[in-house]
């Protein structure tokens, strides 16, 4: 008799379970990914996400060809409006400057080494900018390589906005964006990854490089990450407590639809950045199934802190619950 309750408790469960899909930043992928299984298995229901990059996540859920989209670069509340989407932030996390030196596994650069690494304005690792504060290191007379993302992308925004804050020259000639033409590969020494794995294996297999990518992938391959100058002038090492510091300074709004950029912030970690999912505002019905699945997510912060993100504050997940209340989608 219990066998056929039993059996009738899974059918009943499977009948009933539904599937959803979404698409875009690969920043917070591996986090999602951990979160979908868990959720899975405790519900039945099924959260599909494709880490294509903020660009398409942006570009699909506007075009209605996704349930919800995934972005680390945030809408302002007219663009918004302009595509009927609401958002809200689900995770905070930092973007790391990963290196591959053989024979050097500490490195410390100054505000002035990584503005001339990216301009191209230092080609060498033994540049005096980055040997100054490396000292006991044996660092080559080998050409930097720079690896940067290929594709449209939220940590590539997040990453360029914090370097137009840290440098005018940036600023000035280049600003904050997804996809960047980087004067490294005008001058034959840069390299393109898709996705933040992307980056993440072209540094792992490419001697003297360096590139911009997420902790969480950072740690997953196991590549030495650097000690890097912070906005106050001390040298901060990329370790989530820091992180945590810095995403203090975010100051989220629902009034404003959460719209935020919180990289280079007063104090902490520099180079930090939130991610959003975007929801078509008439689909009612399937946006409470994608806010059940978040609030599912924001229930279990651990996962996403052994990854090394920074869960949203629980004053910040309770305004986001509360908007989507008010927009009739929880």
């Not at 990289?263 to 008439?282: N, R, V």
Request: hydrophobic share 35%.
């Amino acid at each position: 008799m219990k066998k056929f309750i039993a059996g009738l408790t899974i059918a009943a469960v499977s009948s009933f379970a539904w599937t959803i899909n979404g698409t875009g930043a690969s920043f917070p992928y591996p986090v999602y990914k951990q979160w979908i299984k868990g959720y899975y298995q405790e519900s039945g229901n099924k959260v599909n996400y494709t880490p294509t990059g903020s660009g398409t996540g942006i570009k699909e859920v506007a075009a209605r060809h996704v349930d919800f989209g995934g972005t680390d670069k945030p809408l302002s509340p007219r663009t918004l409006k302009k595509a009927k989407l609401y958002q809200f932030p689900t995770v905070v996390g930092g973007i790391v400057l990963s290196y591959n030196i053989p024979g050097v596994n500490k490195l410390k650069l100054s505000e002035a080494a990584i503005e001339g690494i990216v301009l191209g304005t230092i080609q060498y690792w033994d540049n005096p900018l980055i040997a100054k504060y490396n000292p006991d290191a044996k660092l080559p007379h080998k050409k930097i390589i720079f690896v940067h993302r290929s594709d449209k992308s939220g940590t590539t925004f997040n990453f360029t906005y914090y370097l137009s804050k840290m440098s005018s020259i940036w600023r000035k000639y280049y600003g904050a964006r997804k996809l960047i033409n980087w004067p490294t590969d005008e001058q034959g020494r840069g390299i393109a990854g898709k996705g933040n794995f992307g980056v993440s294996a072209a540094i792992k297999t490419n001697p003297y490089s360096i590139g911009y990518v997420d902790f969480a992938d950072a740690l997953k391959n196991n590549l030495k990450m650097a000690t890097i100058q912070a906005r106050d002038g001390k040298f901060v090492e990329p370790k989530p407590e820091n992180f945590a510091k810095g995403a203090a300074y975010a100051g989220f709004s629902p009034k404003n639809d959460f719209y935020k950029v919180i990289a280079y912030p007063k104090k902490g970690y520099p180079i930090i950045a939130a991610t959003f999912i975007l929801l078509p505002k008439e689909k009612v019905n399937t946006n409470k199934k994608v806010t059940e699945f978040f609030s599912y997510a924001y229930d279990h912060d651990e996962v996403a802190s052994k990854l090394g993100y920074i869960p949203l504050p629980s004053s910040v997940k309770a305004e986001v619950k509360k908007y989507w209340q008010q927009k009739g989608i929880h």
